[in-house]
Structure formats: structure tokens, C-alpha cells
């Protein structure tokens, strides 16, 4: 008699991390969760985190303003695709901030966008 498979649970990440209604775009279109498009989009943009928290970093060090926009956008970007509101509005505020009032520091923003992504690669790990 053949081994009977077990059927694995659909991937979710810990309630209220991320928006249900950008999640559910992400599984609309894979809606049977057969080609595991969303644990894949999720991995994709762990590692992009952490790439970008790096280069966060070496800008912040290097006081490169025009790589620290750069890190803002894309992780506005990103992060408002799977449905990392608190990150992505984050990001769009030091974005604004740099365009509009170039003279403010935007420092203790990016730490919070620091702690914020912190936060979530810890719970997106788990």
C-alpha cells in the first residue's frame, strides 16, 4: 500500500503582520497555493530586506543621501506589495521629507524603519 501524503496547511504568516487585503492579492493568483507563489514573494523579500538594511546602513555611515532615497523607495515599494504598511508608510514619509524639506534630518526615521524591519524579518523568519 503506497504512502498517503499529508496534506501541508497554506503558508500564513503571523496574524496582523501584514495587510489581509495585499495577501489576498498575492494568493489570488495562486489560488489553490499549488505553485507556492506566496511563501516564494515572502523569502524574495526577506532577503531583500536584509540587503537593503545593509545598504541602509554603509549610506547611513557613508552619509549617502542619494542611497538612503534609494533604500526608501525600494522599500516603500516592495514593502507595501506584500502588505508591510507601517514600513511602507514609513518610507514614503523619509521620501517625502527628502524631496520637500531637504534640510530636516530624516536620521531618526530611518531608525524607525531600522527597528520596523527589524521587527518584521524577526516575525517573517518565525
Do not use: W
Not at 17 to 43: E, K, N
Not at 52 to 78: P, W, Y
Amino acid at each position: 500500500m503506497p504512502p498517503t501524503s499529508i496534506p501541508t496547511p497554506p503558508f500564513e504568516p503571523p496574524p496582523g503582520l501584514l495587510d489581509v487585503d495585499a495577501l489576498d492579492r498575492l494568493r489570488a493568483l495562486d489560488p489553490h497555493g499549488q505553485s507556492g507563489l506566496l511563501p516564494r514573494v515572502l523569502a524574495t523579500y526577506t532577503a531583500s530586506l536584509q540587503r537593503l538594511l545593509g545598504q541602509l546602513q554603509m549610506a547611513r555611515t557613508n552619509a549617502d543621501v542619494q542611497a538612503q532615497r534609494h533604500v526608501a523607495h525600494t522599500l516603500k515599494s516592495s514593502s507595501a506589495s506584500i502588505g508591510a504598511l507601517k514600513l511602507a508608510a514609513l518610507c514614503a514619509d523619509i521620501e517625502r521629507r527628502m524631496r520637500d524639506e531637504p534640510s530636516l534630518p530624516v536620521q531618526s526615521h530611518f531608525d524607525a524603519v531600522t527597528l520596523e524591519a527589524e521587527h518584521l524579518l524577526q516575525q517573517l523568519r518565525a
